[in-house]
């Protein structure tokens, strides 16, 4: 902004303005309104492009900030599920245990996966569904009816028809 300032004195100047201070001058105010009917043309025509910039930029910031949140998640989730084998692998006494019993699978538990998408769509910011359904390792059907319960609860809101038919062009964001 201070560089359009600069060639804008600059190109006055060499037209012949000058800012003069002599008290016998008379004071043109049809002049002095016509430089401020100039600058604010000016200014009208450059702030939609500068809000325009400014807000594909922060946009821009918000979806890598959104990617590298999800993958931050996913690597931090990777370490708790080590730490919880590794832990069931020890009993009350704070010896190993080596019987296979501590590698059973996490039954499908409603509640899980409604807190994991919801945790995962607050990292994310945006999230489309198949890249949830990933997440969670779901069926897109299955992830579709957890994220339509979440929007039920008013925990995410939607962008898109919320059909199962238009799955693929639904993006869910945190609220």
Same mark, same amino acid.
């Given at each position: 902004?201070?560089?359009?300032?600069? &060639?804008? %004195?600059?190109?006055?100047?060499? =037209?012949? #303005?000058?800012? +003069? $201070?002599? %008290? =016998?001058?008379?004071?043109? *105010? +049809?002049?002095?309104?016509?430089?401020?009917?100039?600058?604010?043309?000016?200014?009208?025509?450059? &702030?939609?492009?500068?809000?325009? #910039? @400014?807000?594909?930029? @922060?946009? =821009?910031?918000?979806?890598? !900030?959104?990617?590298?949140?999800?993958?931050?998640?996913?690597?931090?989730? /990777?370490? #708790?599920? /080590?730490?919880?084998?590794?832990?069931?692998?020890?009993?009350?006494?704070?010896?190993? &245990?080596?019987?296979?019993?501590?590698?059973?699978?996490?039954?499908?538990?409603?509640?899980?996966?409604?807190?994991?998408?919801?945790?995962?769509?607050?990292?994310?910011?945006?999230?489309?569904?198949?890249?949830?359904?990933? $997440?969670?390792?779901?069926?897109?059907? /299955?992830? #579709?009816?957890?994220?339509?319960?979440?929007?039920?609860? /008013? %925990?995410? %809101? !939607?962008?898109?028809?919320?059909?199962?038919?238009? !799955?693929?062009?639904?993006? *869910?964001?945190?609220?």
């Amino acid at each position: 902004m201070v560089v359009i300032i600069i &060639i804008i %004195s600059n190109i006055l100047y060499q =037209k012949g #303005f000058r800012i +003069v $201070y002599d %008290s =016998k001058l008379g004071i043109d *105010w +049809v002049a002095t309104g016509t430089i401020a009917q100039y600058i604010a043309a000016i200014a009208s025509l450059l &702030i939609p492009i500068v809000v325009l #910039f @400014l807000q594909h930029t @922060l946009e =821009k910031n918000r979806i890598a !900030v959104g990617d590298s949140n999800r993958e931050l998640l996913e690597e931090v989730n /990777k370490y #708790f599920d /080590k730490i919880k084998i590794l832990t069931e692998l020890v009993n009350e006494n704070g010896e190993i &245990i080596i019987d296979g019993g501590a590698f059973e699978t996490i039954e499908e538990d409603s509640l899980l996966y409604k807190e994991k998408t919801l945790k995962y769509i607050n990292v994310a910011m945006i999230a489309e569904t198949k890249n949830v359904a990933e $997440y969670l390792g779901l069926n897109i059907e /299955k992830t #579709f009816e957890i994220l339509k319960d979440l929007v039920a609860e /008013k %925990s995410i %809101s !939607v962008a898109g028809r919320m059909t199962i038919d238009n !799955v693929e062009n639904i993006v *869910w964001k945190k609220k």
